[in-house]
T-cell receptor
Framework: EAQVTQNPRYLITVTGKKLTVTCSQN?????MSWYRQDPGLGLRQIYY???????DKGDVPEGYKVSRKEKRNFPLILESPSPNQTSLYFC?????????????FGQGTRLTVV | AQKITQTQPGMFVQEKEAVTLDCTYD???????LFWYKQPSSGEMIFLIY??????QNATEGRYSLNFQKARKSANLVISASQLGDSAMYFC????????????FGAGTTVTVRA
């Protein structure tokens, strides 16, 4: 089954404690992205990757890191989480180079930083 | 500037009636795609329908149709014969050719279907 898998689904952590949210896709997609969803703001892109070892900042990259060492995996790293990073996070993947390419989303990770 | 504007934060609709969700967009790109996603209370993002900027016909997928008015830069979603399971948040999104690595989303519209 074609899917994007994120883990964990729910996470409560304390300020400053490093965490990683994993994302894996099995569709051989070139493009992968991380989005955060906040009320009234919709989804905003944090980071994206167009292929292995090619990553770049999205609209709201501050406080986040990513890596793309393998095509299927795109982890999101919060080195020192703060309460303003409490949000719902989505990983998404798609084929690249076309406007009509559907983005497949993971199930979401609800992160609370206290 | 906001790329996607959804002006209806929340809507109520009676079961079996149709509902229209508004979406306007802003782009200078000639080639772009418009998407609608559904997010039920469980949180996942479900793709509903797609419209390309060069498509001459409005897209339809079952009970979903997209009212695409290119000159007005609007891409409204119409859900016909609403069902209780249609209660969800709906997002309009756009992918532009010059930055095809990204979907730009609106703020979303919450639809509540009443029995």
């Amino acid at each position: 089954e074609a899917q994007v898998t994120q883990n964990p689904r729910y996470l409560i952590t304390v300020t400053g404690k490093k965490l990683t949210v994993t994302c894996s896709q099995n569709m051989n997609h070139e493009y992968m992205s991380w989005y955060r969803q906040d009320p009234g703001l919709g989804l905003r892109q944090i980071y994206y990757s167009m292929n292995v070892e090619v990553t770049d900042k999205g609209d709201v990259p501050e406080g986040y890191k990513v890596s793309r060492k393998e095509k299927r995996n795109f982890p999101l790293i919060l080195e020192s989480p703060s309460p303003n990073q409490t949000s719902l996070y989505f990983c998404a993947s798609s084929f690249g180079g076309m406007v009509n390419t559907e983005a497949f989303f993971g199930q979401g990770t609800r992160l609370t930083v206290v | 500037a906001q790329k996607i504007t959804q002006t209806q934060p929340g809507m109520f609709v009676q079961e079996k009636e149709a509902v229209t969700l508004d979406c306007t967009y802003d782009t200078s790109d000639q080639s772009y795609g418009l998407f609608w996603y559904k997010q039920p209370s469980s949180g996942e993002m479900i793709f509903l329908i797609y419209q390309g900027s060069y498509d001459e016909q409005n897209a339809t997928e079952g009970r979903y149709s997209l009212n695409f008015q290119k000159a007005r830069k609007s891409a409204n979603l119409v859900i016909s014969a609403s069902q209780l399971g249609d209660s969800a948040m709906y997002f309009c999104a756009m992918r532009e050719a010059y930055n095809d690595y990204k979907l730009s989303f609106g703020a979303g519209t919450t639809v509540t279907v009443r029995a």
